[in-house]
């Protein structure tokens, strides 16, 4: 059975309601709470002026700020200072576990700028342009992937040649 609410646009709908004759115990209100319900005219005008994607997120943030999502409660930005300490922990415990690292260059000497390209070249394969141009977009990350082992040498030549270098 359709309604004669269904027929009307939404916006029309909000103006028919608000201009509605009001009963005589909503009239004698407070400005206060006209107040409010200005405010809350204008929020629902504003809503209705959305575009439909809008809307759709809108309805998403709304729901996870009043604690609705439907994965869980809602999580306070504030946390307890115990929580804090378990969460540094953690992530001690995950660096402590990393076994696969990045050889990041930061910073090198200008004068020894030709001997690091030639050291590159050893450990990325790459051709001499190639390193170049990766080695003038210092800070870099020059290979990934590579095991503690296998980085630390690589890292300490870099060091002897006038470079800082770093395991991430």
Do not use: W
Request: aromatic fraction near 4%; avoid cysteine; charged fraction near 30%.
């Amino acid at each position: 059975m359709p309604s004669i609410v269904s027929k009307l646009p939404a916006k029309s709908l909000v103006r028919l309601l608000t201009v509605a004759p009001r009963p005589l115990l909503v009239r004698s209100l407070s400005t206060v709470s006209e107040e409010r319900t200005e405010k809350l005219e204008r929020i629902a005008d504003e809503l209705l002026d959305l575009t439909k994607i809008e809307r759709h997120d809108y309805a998403i943030l709304f729901r996870l700020k009043m604690g609705l999502n439907k994965y869980g409660p809602a999580v306070s930005g504030l946390s307890a200072p115990g929580s804090a300490a378990a969460g540094s922990a953690s992530a001690e415990a995950k660096e402590a576990e990393k076994t696969v690292f990045d050889i990041k260059l930061e910073k090198f000497d200008a004068a020894a700028k030709i001997k690091i390209i030639k050291e590159v070249r050893t450990f990325t394969e790459l051709g001499l342009k190639e390193a170049k141009d990766l080695v003038e977009k210092v800070p870099v990350v020059l290979k990934k992937g590579v095991t503690k082992d296998q980085g630390n040498p690589i890292i300490e030549k870099l060091k002897e040649l006038g470079a800082t270098a770093v395991l991430e």
